[in-house]
């Protein structure tokens, strides 16, 4: 079991920059790929950037690839996502999301994590 809260949303201009954190629970992080998902009013929730359980290996949706970078720190129990040049297209309310693996790739797919956070609103204006 792990519990997930999101941190670091707010509002911003467009250009901008956020960092969100999400802090895990329990002794067993490393054993967790991690995600980031955003939705956005009317629209699904979409995929933003996963990373292993090491770190060692990223992935990303193109939409946010050169301005968005994730990152985790074992050691503390949390994942970030570094968010710059941000567009109000960005616009959404971002979870993170966790599935016990320790296997070499993160995951795409939203019904491949097990858990969830609660979100965090982020709100880029033009």
């Known amino acids: 079991q792990v519990q997930l809260v999101e941190s670091g949303g707010g509002l911003v201009q467009a250009g901008g920059s956020l960092r969100l954190s999400c802090a895990a629970s329990?002794?067993?992080?490393?054993?967790?790929?991690m995600g980031w998902f955003r939705q956005a009013p009317g629209k699904e929730r979409e995929f933003v950037a996963a990373i292993s359980w090491s770190g060692a290996s990223t992935m990303y949706a193109d939409s946010v690839k050169g301005r968005f970078t994730i990152s985790r720190d074992n050691a503390k129990n949390t994942v970030y996502l570094q968010m710059n040049s941000l567009k109000p297209e960005d616009t959404a309310v971002y979870y993170c999301a966790a599935r016990a693996s320790r296997g070499i790739n993160p995951f795409t797919r939203p019904d491949i994590y097990g858990y969830w956070g609660q979100g965090t609103q982020v709100t880029v204006s033009s």
């Open positions: 329990g002794r067993t992080f490393s054993s967790y790929s």
